[in-house]
């Protein structure tokens, strides 16, 4: 994980700002660029259609020309998924944190070593899923499905375990998983590399030690929009609602999912006019502008520069630096992604 770094001075900080590259720390939602055969599924009939997004860090991705927009340490990842009506992300399981939060349409969640126990998120829902056990989701109803994803640590790749029938329906489509944890796909004409052998599907007894969680469990790891409670006093003013969703339980924040995911995950609502005051963190930081018109505002002595997100938008935020939002059109619903799972206390500037 991405420790903090040491903080830096003010002339320091206003070099930064004035030195940073807003335009390729910004990645509009209308300008993702996906990746159609991210993973071993893609060709599995019900998991062709998917399409995977790698937005901050290059995540778990096993095809090496997997279209990677921001590639920064930040101690965790950014992506997304996007998927029809009927399209799978097939059962797997990762060694390092898995969190979701649904944009567009209705999800259902399944999980287990037989992906038998289920439950139907919808937009603005979260859920963190436990490492150890095996996950799959699929798009029900009748609208697209696309949801943001957060990867624990700098280096996902190799954290990703297939279910075993997963592997061997990959293998007869073509698209081989090597030990390495990458692919060969046999239809475009590769072959395997000579001393790599394939990645062997899990045994009965390894399959025994995943974990089985029922509903119940699992939905301690979920916040539903609707449940999604403010905290008293984030701050000494401004005109907002913060949430504290998913982080460690050894705080003062209270968080709705208590997890030790290696990140912490807030958000900031403001109707139009409404303000987060200036504030820095120490802790590397990513937003996602989920709903509305945001401005956001980095200043620095008398450096100030400023973004628009509009819905959807992922902004990479230069660490340490001071930033305020303001609600300009609409509902604005801002998620903050911070590294640790204890960060400190924003900084009111």
Same mark, same amino acid.
């Given at each position: ?145 696309? #949801?943001?994803? *957060? ?5 996902? !790749? %190799?954290? =990703?375990?297939? +279910?075993?029938?997963?592997?061997? @329906? ?92 290696? #990140?912490?995950? *807030? ?5 139009? !006019? %409404?303000? =987060?005051?200036? +504030?820095?963190?120490?802790?590397? @930081? ?64």
């Amino acid at each position: 994980m991405t420790p903090s770094a040491p903080a830096l001075s003010q002339d320091e900080r206003i070099q930064l700002l004035e030195n940073y590259d807003l335009n390729h720390n910004l990645v509009r939602y209308a300008e993702l660029l996906p990746g159609k055969s991210a993973f071993i599924d893609a060709r599995t009939p019900g998991s062709h259609l998917k399409e995977n997004y790698c937005i901050v860090g290059e995540g778990v991705a096993e095809n090496p020309d997997q279209p990677v927009h921001i590639l920064d340490d930040k101690g965790f990842n950014v992506g997304a998924a996007g998927q029809p009506v009927g399209i799978k992300n097939s059962l797997h399981s990762h060694t390092s944190a898995e969190i979701f939060i649904i944009f567009r349409g209705q999800f259902r969640l399944y999980w287990g070593n037989e992906g038998i126990e289920e439950a139907v998120l919808g937009p603005g829902d979260m859920i963190s899923i436990p490492t150890n056990c095996f996950r799959g989701f699929e798009v029900v109803g009748n609208e697209y499905g696309f #949801l943001f994803a *957060f990867l624990g640590g700098d280096d996902s !790749g %190799g954290g =990703v375990t297939w +279910h075993p029938e997963v592997i061997r @329906e990959a293998d007869s489509h073509g698209l081989i998983l090597l030990e390495n944890g990458s692919l060969v796909d046999t239809v475009a004409g590769h072959t395997m590399p000579e001393g790599v052998g394939k990645m062997p599907p899990l045994s009965e007894p390894e399959m025994a030690g995943f974990d089985n969680l029922t509903v119940t469990e699992m939905l301690t790891h979920v916040a539903l929009q609707n449940d999604h409670t403010p905290t008293d006093k984030p701050f000494s003013h401004g005109s907002f609602k913060q949430y504290n969703l998913s982080g460690s339980s050894d705080n003062d924040y209270n968080f709705h999912i208590k997890s030790q995911d290696g #990140l912490c995950v *807030f958000a900031y609502e403001m109707e139009k !006019g %409404g303000t =987060v005051p200036l +504030h820095r963190r120490n802790e590397p @930081e990513v937003l996602i502008n989920y709903s509305g018109d945001t401005l956001l505002s980095l200043i620095e002595g008398e450096c100030q520069r400023e973004v628009l997100l509009t819905k959807g938008d992922t902004f990479n935020l230069p660490q340490g630096i001071a930033y305020s939002l303001r609600g300009l059109r609409g509902q604005s619903m801002v998620y903050s992604a911070v590294n640790g799972n204890s960060p400190a206390q924003a900084a009111v500037v």
